[in-house]
């Protein structure tokens, strides 16, 4: 009789563990999904819905992709000024600033103005709330709120307040920090330096510049490589250079 009854209880069980199990890898490696992880989350786990906690997302080749639907939060060790060297040279901040002390940095090749080195393992993401005190060193698409020191997003939809600022390779929502860069906006960027490949949306800072201008800058210094709508102290696309306004 005992026996029976572990038999039936292991076979219940079984099945209910199995229906959020996914074998892969000629059945060496069982994903499944859980309501609570810390992070880096195990290369077993492949979805989170509810709550991650730890110290970050790190590069992870053994891990495909990665969902949260919920709540990351995240205390990095890193000190805020390794934090933001490690921000920065993401997206080669010297060279920017050397570049644009040229007198025909408007006319910069494509390459100056790409968001590069986009890709890393695992491709997280995350659909939710992000509370943390770095960065996403690893692939990451997230649709909702952001709230950290910095970070570097695939595809990013929401809204994103940031000290360092935000980088992204396509962006549609509203990015709040010292320096925002992306390849794809069709939202709004607010900071110091704001940066765009391509840019549908508004520029709001200090220094803005984009190499397509399809939407709207706004403040002292605005520089583009084509026309579009521009309102600062100076402006400066492909056809002219006006103070105030510029088209």
Known sequence: MKTSILIILSFVFGCSYGQNAVLVENDSVVLHSQIFSLSPMSKNVDKVNGLVFGVGHVENKRVASQTINGINAEVNPAPVAGAFIAFMSLVYLPEIIRNNKKSDSIKNTEDYYRIKNMNYAPHL??????????????????????????????????????????????QNGLSIGIYNANNDLTGSTVGIYNQSYQLSGLHLGIFNQTRMN??????????????????????????????????
């Open 214 to 247: 399809k939407g709207l800058q706004i403040g002292v210094l605005n520089k583009s490589n084509s026309k579009g709508f521009q309102l600062g102290l100076w402006n400066i696309n492909n056809k002219r250079s006006m103070p105030f306004f510029n088209w």
């Open 125 to 170: 993401k995350l659909n939710g709330l992000n509370v943390s005190s770095g960065c996403f060193f690893t692939t990451t698409s997230m649709n909702g709120l952001n709230i950290s020191a910095g970070n570097k997003f695939n595809d990013f939809n929401g809204l994103s307040l940031t000290v360092l600022g935000t980088i992204a390779d396509h």
